[in-house]
């Protein structure tokens, strides 16, 4: 079943994100780096100066349109179907934090190793996304309704794979999203029910 207006958390979040991109667009463009610092992206010495915000304003944010397009197809697949599984609420804590707990990871990493970045996406919530359905699906029996666990762990490995193959990919926001995705589920999702966007 694909996404509905019951889908309203992750409606709500595709307009945000839509919006954004278009206040990109004109006030500089969303492929030019300087114009995304200004706006909100991530980039470790702000964060370390302060500006946590970036953690999640850089959620909502893209480079460019196939960017922004191919993290909203994702989210209108996967990001309903999770909203039906656990609830319209649970979904938007999951969603958040799992981009939240990707930047800090990602951020950290960067902070170490030296190698910065200014960057910006919702693939670290996405991925959270993903991770959180495999939980799901890992209590369920390995399927609800027309979700399977093998869907989701080829499309999960699919994704890691070509995040690996492309340059200027984020990857360790994405593994670490999965991971809190996953480990976020498993608190808040009881399991072995089917709910109907349950709050």
């Known amino acids: 079943m694909g996404i509905s207006k019951r889908n309203y958390i992750t409606i709500s979040i595709i307009v945000i994100n839509v919006i954004y991109f278009l206040f990109l667009e004109t006030h500089g463009g969303s492929t030019d780096t300087m114009v995304m610092l200004k706006y909100g992206a991530a980039f470790t010495t702000n964060i370390r100066s302060g500006e946590y915000y970036r953690l999640v304003t850089s959620m909502f944010m893209h480079f460019g349109i196939e960017h922004i397009v191919n ?3 994702i989210l209108v697949i ?3 179907k999770l909203e039906d599984i656990v609830g319209h609420i649970r979904f938007f804590i999951i969603y958040m ?4 707990f990707a930047n800090i990871a990602s951020d950290w990493v960067q902070s170490v190793s030296g190698d910065v970045a200014v960057s910006a996406g919702a693939s ?6 993903v991770g959180a359905l495999l939980y799901a699906l890992l209590v369920n029996r390995g399927r609800i309704r027309d979700l399977s666990l093998y869907q989701i762990v ?3 490995a699919l994704m890691l794979y070509a995040g690996f193959r492309t340059t200027g990919v984020d ?4 593994v670490a999203g999965a991971i809190s995705g996953f480990l976020l589920c498993l608190v808040l999702y009881l399991g072995g029910e089917k709910e109907e966007c349950q709050a």
């Open 124 to 129: 670290g919530a996405i991925f959270g996304i």
């Open 171 to 174: 990857n360790i926001a994405h």
């Open 97 to 100: 934090l799992a981009g939240v």
């Open 78 to 80: 996967l990001g309903s």
């Open 71 to 73: 993290n909203m197809m």
């Open 154 to 156: 080829v499309s999960l």
